[in-house]
Structure formats: C-alpha cells, structure tokens
C-alpha cells in the first residue's frame, strides 16, 4: 500500500542514547511522525493499538448490521445504515494509520481472520432486542468516546489525526443510541422493560471495555510514559461511570449494580468479573466464533472485487503487474 512507502528510513537500535533522546520530544509534547526515529518497542505497541482498534470497528459493524432491516422506521433505518458505513471507514482510517508503521493491511486482516489478533471483547454480545441498539450507541460508543478523545493527542502523528474525525462520528452515535433509549424509556411499560433489560446486559461489558484494572495492564506504564494513552484504563472507567450514572437516571432506568452510590462527587461501583472479561478475549464469549466467522465469509466473498482493483490499478500504472 502506499502509506508503507513512507518508512523507507531503518529505525536505529534501541540504545539507551536513543530512547532518551525519543524521550525528549515525547515529554515535550513534540508529534511522532512516520519517518522519524522511534524505538522498536514503541512501534510494536502502537501497531498491537492501532490493529486492535482497526479490528475492533471491522467486528463492531456485525451486531448492529443484522437490526438495519428490522428498525422499526424508515428514519431509523437510514441512521443506523449510516453508522454501520461510519464503522467501516473507522477501520480503513485506522488500517492506513498501522500501514505508517510499516505493516501491511493484508497481514493485520490476515491475523484477525485466523484469530491470531484481539479486538474489544464488547462486540462478542448478542444483540437480542431493538434497545440493544440503543444501549450500544448509548453506552458502547459513549466509551469509546472516553477511551478515544484522549487519543486525538496521542504522541503518534496518523494516529491521532485519524481519531479527531472517528471522535466527531463517534459522538452522533452516541446521541442517536441516547435518543432511542429515552424514546423506549418514554413509550409503553414493555418498551421501558425492554431498554431496561438492555442496560442489564450491556452494563458489566461496557465497563470491561477500557481493559484491566491497572495493576494487571502490561502496557499502561509505557503507553502512557509515550504519551499514546493520557490516562489509565482505571481514570477511564470511572470517569465514564460518572458521566453515564446520572444519563441513566434521567431515563428512569436502575443500574444492575448493587453497590452502586455516590461518595464525594464520584461514583462508586461493584467488582467486574475480570473472569468472564479474559474468558471472552480468549475466544469463548457468546458470539466469538459467530463473529470471526461471519467477518471470514464476508473476506472470501469479496476476493473477486479485491482482485478486480488490482488489475484495474495495474491497467493504469504502465509496467505494474496485478499481484
């Protein structure tokens, strides 16, 4: 692809004179850029990132993709349509932005179709009901949204211009799953059951979204001493709790917490079953295999218009043969 191009520069040996000097232009809030000198650790994690975010929008467009024909309107439809498309291009944003590392896009997808590759464990839930698009949007996307506008300043230059445009679409699904949640939560006492049971579902995953508590992250203390991640997977939760709490209140809604209150302005929550979080990230959640399987038959079934670009790109550059 053509972003590989842009690392034809070899990256020197991760001396320690090296690592300092990197160092430097991190803490002074200097971007990173293709071309520039970074040490090897600091690529690999921004590639194992960057690939599992791309992963994770590609498998995020399956849960919601099976409720477009069955939106109860026409405007609801053409708004979820809308999203799933959104999705789709988050994933070719951040596939072109792991290709300025200098991996290619066919070995990333090739490590998720094989199941070599981790994407985030939220999207191996069924989505059972019409509120479960809701609770997505609402819930799902408002994590991403604290997990992600961090990001926008991320120390890596393509990163973090490619999540500024992922933060603004990000938002309006957000809204949009808001919305259809107070419209249940406003309708009949069975469509306010039903968000309710959405929120059930969603809760303890949505929380399990920003990765382990600290002290088991292997890569917190650097992610964040490189200035790719500005606040811990532990910040990020609780700020999302505190943001979301009180959303969920004025829906009327109950949190299936019991140990959820409120102490000096934060909200307190109960233990995340970190069982069931490493059970699901290694492949046995309800709808992991469903999920890989449907993203490999959508691969092999596209082959034929992969195949067909590349033989119209060769017709138009003289000289270049069709892989």
Known sequence: MYSQALNTASTPADTSEVATRFQIRIDAEERIEPNDAMPDAYRRTLIRQISQHAHSELIGMLPEGNWITRAPSLRRKAALLAKVQDEGGHGLYLYAAAETLGVSREELVDQLLTGRAKYSTIFNYPTLTWADIGAIGWLVDGAAIMNQIPLCRCSYGPYARAMIRICKEESFHQRQGYEIMLTLCRGTDEQKAMAQDALNRWWWPCLMMFGPPDRQSPHTDSSTRWKIKRFTNDALRQKFVDATVPQGLHLGLRFPDP??????????????????????????????????????????????????AQVWAAKQTPGRKAA
Do not use: S
Not at 266 to 278: A, L, Q
């Open 259 to 308: 140990e959820l209150r409120c102490e000096d302005g934060h909200w307190v929550f109960g233990t995340i079953d970190w069982d069931e979080f490493r059970r699901v990230l290694a492949g046995d959640g309800p709808c992991n295999r469903e999920r890989l399987a449907a993203r490999r038959k959508a691969h092999d079934d596209g082959a034929w218009v992969r195949e067909a």
